[in-house]
């Protein structure tokens, strides 16, 4: 199955690159970088090995780096799509922002669906 990093995902991980590289330089920013990747990756092994994320519907999280971050992901037909990366020790997503970050999700099932009974 394909891998598919959304775009907020794109930004999520250059956004977590540059805040390790402030924190202790391009050595820790690789390697966590990596990290996220690696688990990445291996989501294509069991793309259910998360449990549902009981706050989104179709929506999968998974706890990665020691808990260090959640990647937010769901399942279709032809892809993994990597819908959100997020720094564990920040706020719990709210309701408003999680509209806003699976919004696109919604739209991608119905043109799925479309796609699939034309």
Same mark, same amino acid.
């Given at each position: ?23 202790? !330089? /391009?050595? %820790? ?10 688990? *990445? $990756?291996? +989501? ?22 020691? !808990? /260090?971050? %959640? ?10 799509? *990597? $819908?959100? +990366? ?25 043109? %799925? ?6």
């Amino acid at each position: 199955m394909r891998i598919k990093l959304q775009a907020q995902a794109r930004v999520d991980l250059i956004e977590h690159n540059d805040y390790f590289r402030e924190l202790g !330089g /391009a050595a %820790l920013a690789n390697k966590m970088t990596a990290r996220i990747k690696g688990q *990445i $990756m291996s +989501i294509n092994d069991n793309p259910n090995i998360a449990p549902p994320y009981e706050l989104a519907p179709g929506i999968r999280r998974l706890v990665v780096a020691r !808990g /260090a971050f %959640l990647i937010f992901y769901r399942v279709s037909l032809s892809a993994i799509e *990597i $819908m959100h +990366i997020r720094r564990a020790e920040r706020m719990p997503v709210s309701e408003q922002e999680l509209t806003k970050l699976f919004s696109i999700n919604k739209e991608s099932n119905k043109v %799925l669906h479309d796609n699939q009974t034309s």
